[in-house]
């Protein structure tokens, strides 16, 4: 069976999501990613992956896959029937590669990631004036579409609609791009992302209680 290393809201909820809407079983291990230790057997996650971040997803053979991208692919390719991904040989597959690539590079490190992680102290300047200039990518493109790639929810969207939940704990107001916020009502009323966040939500809570 697969195996997702994953941690509450973090990134590796787009893993998440894509397995659910693929109906993929999987098994879940728990990261607890301030101690790096897993939460099942409180080992520690660095052995599991040198990067230490989540996602990691434990194949079928056993081998293990990082990095979002790839991981969302892997999954959308094992179930090509639930259309999470255009299949490689459609011009449609480079489209949701550059969406894959926009969200991980310029959304999630560009600024997320920062203004996580750094104090308050002039240093969120930077990513703080790239937010506007890049979440206006995303939303003068879903001005008049309902999905990031082609006419169906794919894991681009899982992705994106990740990352657009964490405006609000990052201090950010999305409703400043009314197309982004649309989307992510309409994003969070899909039954597997909503069952998606609940998990993780009520794992959150459990793990800062
Ligand atoms: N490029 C990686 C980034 C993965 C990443 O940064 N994951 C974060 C959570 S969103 C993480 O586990 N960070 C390690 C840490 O916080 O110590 C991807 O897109 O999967």
């Known amino acids: 069976m697969l195996q997702l290393y994953f941690a509450p809201m973090a990134c590796s909820l787009a893993s998440r999501i894509a397995l659910m809407e693929a109906g993929l079983e999987a098994r879940y291990h728990l990261v607890q990613l301030r101690t ?12 599991i992956s040198p990067k ?3 996602p ?5 053979n056993g081998e293990r896959l990082t990095e979002s991208a790839a991981v969302l692919q892997y999954i959308a390719d094992l179930k090509p029937e639930a259309g999470l991904a255009p299949r490689p040989s459609e011009p449609d597959r480079y489209r949701l590669q550059e969406w894959l690539s926009f969200t991980g590079a ?30 206006q990518v995303p939303s003068a493109h879903l001005a008049d579409r309902e999905f990031l ?13 990740w990352a657009l939940l964490l405006l ?4 950010i107001d ?14 969070q009323a899909r039954p597997a992302v909503k069952e998606a966040i609940a ?11």
């Open 149 to 161: 790639v082609g006419n169906r929810f794919t894991i681009a969207d899982a992705h994106l609609a």
């Open 168 to 171: 609000r704990p990052a201090g």
């Open 52 to 54: 230490a971040a989540v």
């Open 36 to 47: 790096k230790k897993i939460v099942d057997d409180d080992g520690d996650f660095h052995g």
């Open 199 to 209: 998990i993780e939500m009520a794992l959150r809570k459990t793990m800062t209680a």
């Open 56 to 60: 990691v997803l434990v194949l079928e």
């Open 106 to 135: 310029e959304i999630h490190k560009a600024f997320l990631f920062p203004t996580f992680w750094y104090q308050d102290d002039g240093s969120l300047a930077k990513p703080r004036a790239r937010i506007v200039q890049t979440l």
């Open 174 to 187: 999305i409703a400043q791009w009314p197309p982004l916020s649309a989307y992510l009502a309409r994003m």
